[in-house]
């Protein structure tokens, strides 16, 4: 079983749209709704994957109720902790000539008991899980902090974290013992976190080792289109998948997460789960959903892949 453990879900509203005028009155042609934030987006792709997955995470109000159901329909085992505040919403306006506008609210404050619920639920979960991922934003009321504790209640067991900005920093400052097993930021966060430009290769390279000094066991770091660098077994490795004409790449990052989840709860190679995480990122640029990967995609694609070692 895989855990899953998300503090901010969210609503994901697909907007279709010819094309945004500021301060104009905008018609959605088409409206997608789905069940979202970044850990339900990865459970929602290892169910794709056909792993077991139980997500554990704060859901509030009507909202909550709406993504708790269309997570058991998907056949994902969730442990809520009810809180008092509305889950959010998050919209994504994609334009006539594909530009695509994210707009998301911050998420309802969680409590500091509502926070221990969590921890505790983290642990029950963890101690039967192969693997944890802990992903997303973090709620007002979270400390920034919040996953190198979620990392403590993981009692040892391999956990990959995708966060970004204040919760990161955190992450990378607080050398934990036993070390993630992998982070995966995009190109931007990593340029965030390190606080410096990742055009070339080479300065992907550095900012991998930059992050396993920081003291992850498997950094990774994906940049659109251009793949997924990785450093693992003292090497650089980088997936390229094939391009492809994007409907809706938003998500692609958390199919990419749970592509790095299944491989490593499989215990498979490097290229093997190198070549999965970004054959999954790139099936969900076809779909409309927010991290939504057909089977179909990914078995035409994972082999289109070319997983190769950068030289030292
Ligand atoms: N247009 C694309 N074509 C092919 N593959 C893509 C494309 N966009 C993304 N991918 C694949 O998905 C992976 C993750 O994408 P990306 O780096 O955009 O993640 P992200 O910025 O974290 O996304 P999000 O946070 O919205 O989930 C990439 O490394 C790549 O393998
Ligand atoms: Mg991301």
């Given at each position: 079983?895989?855990?899953?453990?998300s503090l901010n879900p969210a609503l994901d509203k697909y907007l279709r749209l010819a094309r945004i005028e500021r301060g104009g009155h905008l018609e959605a042609r088409e409206v997608v709704a789905s069940a979202g934030g970044k850990a339900v987006n990865?459970?929602?792709?290892?169910?794709?994957?056909?792993?077991?997955?139980?997500?554990?995470?704060?859901?509030?109000?009507?909202?909550?109720?709406?993504l708790l159901e269309a997570i058991a329909a998907e056949g994902i085992r969730a442990d809520a902790v009810r809180i008092a505040a509305p889950t959010r919403t998050a919209f994504v306006m994609v334009e006539d000539d594909g530009t695509e506008t994210e707009v998301v609210e911050?998420?309802?404050?969680?409590?500091?008991?509502e926070i221990a619920q969590l921890r505790a639920k983290v642990r029950a979960a963890a101690s039967r899980a192969a693997v944890v991922?802990?992903?997303?934003?973090?709620?007002?009321?979270?400390?920034?902090?919040i996953y190198v504790r979620l990392l403590a209640d993981c009692g040892g067991r391999p956990a990959i974290v995708d966060t970004s900005r204040a919760p990161l920093r955190a992450l990378l400052g607080a050398r934990v013992q036993p070390p993630p097993a992998m982070i995966k930021p995009n190109r931007?966060?990593?340029?965030a976190a390190l606080g410096r430009p990742?055009?070339?290769?080479?300065?992907?390279?550095?900012a991998l080792r930059a992050l396993a000094a920081a003291g992850v066991a498997m950094p990774v770091?994906?940049?659109?289109?251009?793949?997924?660098?990785?450093?693992?077994?003292?090497?650089?490795?980088?997936?390229?998948?094939?391009?492809?004409?994007?409907?809706?790449?938003?998500?692609?990052?958390?199919?990419?997460?749970?592509?790095?989840?299944?491989?490593?709860?499989?215990?498979?190679?490097?290229?093997?789960?190198?070549?999965?995480?970004?054959?999954?990122?790139?099936?969900?640029v076809l779909t409309k959903e927010c991290a939504g990967v057909r089977a179909e995609d990914l078995r035409r694609l994972a082999p289109q892949v070319v997983v190769r070692r950068l030289p030292a």
């Open positions: 079983m895989i855990c899953a453990v990865v459970a929602g792709v290892l169910r794709a994957l056909e792993e077991n997955v139980e997500l554990v995470g704060f859901f509030g109000g009507v909202i909550g109720d709406f911050p998420g309802g404050a969680v409590s500091e008991g991922v802990l992903s997303g934003s973090v709620p007002p009321g979270c400390p920034d902090d931007r966060e990593a340029e990742l055009a070339a290769p080479e300065a992907m390279a550095e770091i994906s940049d659109g289109p251009a793949g997924i660098y990785a450093l693992a077994q003292g090497e650089v490795w980088h997936a390229q998948p094939p391009r492809l004409q994007a409907v809706n790449s938003v998500g692609s990052g958390d199919a990419a997460v749970a592509g790095l989840a299944a491989g490593l709860a499989r215990g498979w190679t490097v290229e093997a789960t190198l070549r999965l995480a970004a054959a999954c990122g790139a099936a969900n």
